[in-house]
C-alpha cells in the first residue's frame, strides 16, 4: 500500500500588511525588506482570530473536499510552536470545534518550523505501521510574530495547511526520508516568552548546513535521482531570499554551473514560492504552503522534493510524487486573498503596541467558548 496525502486545506489570516510598510515605520530601508530579504506581504490575525481558527479553517477545507467521512479519522496531529497551554495539545481545540472524538489519536507536535513535517511523518508512518483503514488530520499551523523593531519583523506570517493522510490519490510519499539535526540554539522562545530570540547568523548557517547534509544523503541513496529529477524543490521558507541562499549554496555543494544553477531556479525553485510571498513566514505551514503550490500544477508522476528546517536545529528531505491531476485548493488562496483586509502602518502600529500588551498579560483563554 502506498500511503499520501488525500486531501488539501489552507487557510491565510484576514489581515495583511506589506513588508516595506513595517520596514518604513521600523525606520529600516524599505529594499533591504523587498530585495535584502526578498519579502512582499505579512500575513496577520488580528481581533479575534486565532491559531485555532487558522487550524480549524484549514481543516474544514481539507475535509470538505476529501471524498472520505470525518468517522474515518483515526488521528488529528497538530505540528505549531504557537502552541495555547504548556499541557493541552492544539489539536484537543481543534477536535473540539470539529467534533471529533473517539477511537482517535489527538496530539500535538513541536519542533520549531520542523513541528508540520513531523506531523505528517508521523501520521505516514501510523498508516504504514498500523495498516488502518482510517486516515489521520495533520494540520501545519503557527501565527509568526517577532518582538516589534526586530530585524525579522518584516519576515512575520501566519498560515495553515491541513492534509488528510491516509490514500496516495494527490500524492504519495516516499517512506525513505532523509533527516539531519544538531542541537543549536539559533532561534528559541523559552516557556512564557512572548516572543523569539534569535541568533541571526546562527540560523543562517545551520539553515544551510542542514539543507546541504539532507541533499547529499538523498542523492548518496538514490543515485538515480539529481535536481533535474524534480518537478519542484520546495524549502522552508522564512524569507523568500534564505531559498535563494540555500540553492546557492548546494549549487556550490554539487557543482553546479551558473547556467544550470539559474535554469533549475528559474524552472523549480522559483515558481513555488509565491504564495509564500504573500503571507510571510508562516513557520510549520512554510514548506506545506509551498509544497501545495507545487503539487497544485505538478502532472502524474512528477516528484516534488521537500526540505523542511526547524530551529533547534532539525531538518529532514524527502519525495512527494504526484498522483492526479485534480486539485482546487488553490480556491483557499484565492478566496483569502481577495477577501483579506490590508491595513495601514498606522493601524499595524497601534495593534503591536495592544497586541504585547495582551500577550505580555499571558491571556490564554480559560474558557472555551472564547476560542470557539
Ligand atoms: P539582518 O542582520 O537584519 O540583515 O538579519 P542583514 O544585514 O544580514 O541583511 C539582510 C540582507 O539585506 C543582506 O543581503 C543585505 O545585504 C541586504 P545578503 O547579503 O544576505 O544577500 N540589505 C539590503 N538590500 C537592499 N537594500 C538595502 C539593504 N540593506 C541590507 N538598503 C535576518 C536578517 C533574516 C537574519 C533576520 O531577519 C533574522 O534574524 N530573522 C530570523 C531568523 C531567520 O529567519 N533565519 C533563517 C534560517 S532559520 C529558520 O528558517 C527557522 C525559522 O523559520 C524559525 C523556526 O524554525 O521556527 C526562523
Known amino acids: 500500500?502506498?500511503?499520501?496525502?488525500?486531501?488539501?486545506?489552507?487557510?491565510?489570516?484576514?489581515?495583511?500588511i506589506e513588508a516595506k510598510k513595517i520596514a518604513k515605520l521600523r525606520g529600516m530601508p524599505e529594499e533591504k525588506a523587498t530585495i535584502g530579504l526578498g519579502c512582499h506581504m505579512v500575513g496577520?490575525?488580528?481581533?479575534?482570530?486565532?491559531?485555532v481558527d487558522l487550524a480549524v479553517n484549514a481543516a474544514k477545507r481539507a475535509i470538505a473536499r476529501w471524498k472520505?467521512?470525518?468517522n474515518e479519522i483515526g488521528m488529528i496531529v497538530v505540528g505549531t510552536e504557537s502552541s495555547l497551554d504548556e499541557a493541552r495539545p492544539l489539536s484537543a481545540w481543534v477536535a473540539e470545534r470539529l467534533q471529533l472524538s473517539g477511537h482517535i489519536r489527538s496530539y500535538e507536535v513541536k519542533h520549531a518550523c520542523y513541528a508540520g513535517?513531523?506531523?505528517l511523518r508521523?501520521?505516514?508512518?501510523?498508516?504504514?505501521?498500523?495498516?488502518?483503514?482510517?486516515?489521520?488530520?495533520?494540520?501545519?499551523?503557527?501565527?509568526?510574530?517577532?518582538?516589534?523593531?526586530?530585524a525579522a519583523e518584516v519576515t512575520q506570517?501566519?498560515?495553515?495547511?491541513?492534509?488528510?493522510?491516509?490514500?496516495?490519490?494527490?500524492?504519495?510519499?516516499?517512506?525513505?526520508?532523509?533527516?539531519?539535526?544538531?542541537?543549536?540554539?539559533?532561534?528559541?522562545?523559552?516557556?512564557?516568552?512572548?516572543?523569539?530570540?534569535v541568533d541571526s547568523q546562527k540560523s543562517l548557517t545551520a539553515y544551510l548546513k542542514a539543507t546541504e547534509n539532507c541533499f547529499k544523503a538523498l542523492f548518496a541513496d538514490q543515485t538515480n535521482l539529481s535536481f533535474e529529477s524534480f518537478r519542484s524543490i520546495c524549502f522552508h521558507i522564512p524569507f523568500p531570499k534564505m531559498v535563494l541562499k540555500a540553492f546557492r549554496h548546494l549549487s556550490l555543494s554539487f557543482n553546479l554551473s551558473e547556467f544550470e544553477q539559474h535554469k533549475l531556479l528559474r524552472d523549480k525553485v522559483l515558481p513555488f514560492i509565491t504564495w509564500n510571498k504573500e503571507v510571510g513566514n508562516s513557520y510549520s505551514a512554510s514548506l506545506w504552503i509551498s509544497v501545495a503550490q507545487a503539487l497544485e500544477t505538478a502532472k502524474n508522476g512528477e516528484k516534488i522534493a521537500c526540505f523542511s528546517y526547524g530551529s533547534g536545529f532539525g531538518s529532514e528531505?524527502?519525495?512527494?510524487?504526484?498522483?492526479?491531476?485534480?486539485?482546487?485548493?488553490?480556491?483557499?488562496?484565492?478566496?483569502?486573498?481577495?477577501?483579506?483586509?490590508?491595513?495601514?502602518?498606522e493601524?499595524?502600529?497601534?495593534?503591536?503596541?495592544?497586541?504585547?500588551f495582551k500577550l505580555e498579560k499571558q491571556t490564554i483563554p480559560t474558557d472555551l467558548t472564547e476560542v470557539a
Open 1 to 16: 500500500m502506498s500511503v499520501g496525502i488525500e486531501s488539501i486545506g489552507i487557510k491565510l489570516p484576514s489581515y495583511v
Open 44 to 51: 496577520l490575525c488580528l481581533d479575534q482570530e486565532t491559531v
Open 68 to 70: 472520505g467521512n470525518i
Open 117 to 119: 513535517t513531523l506531523a
Open 122 to 150: 508521523q501520521a505516514v508512518e501510523w498508516k504504514k505501521a498500523t495498516n488502518s483503514p482510517k486516515s489521520a488530520l495533520v494540520i501545519a499551523v503557527d501565527v509568526c510574530l517577532y518582538a516589534p523593531g526586530h
Open 157 to 197: 506570517g501566519a498560515g495553515a495547511v491541513a492534509m488528510i493522510v491516509g490514500k496516495d490519490s494527490i500524492c504519495s510519499v516516499d517512506l525513505q526520508t532523509y533527516p539531519y539535526s544538531e542541537p543549536c540554539f539559533d532561534f528559541w522562545r523559552p516557556t512564557g516568552d512572548t516572543f523569539p530570540t
Open 317 to 345: 528531505l524527502f519525495v512527494l510524487e504526484r498522483n492526479h491531476n485534480s486539485g482546487d485548493w488553490a480556491e483557499d488562496i484565492k478566496t483569502d486573498l481577495s477577501k483579506r483586509k490590508e491595513i495601514s502602518i
Open 347 to 356: 493601524e499595524y502600529d497601534k495593534w503591536r503596541k495592544k497586541e504585547v
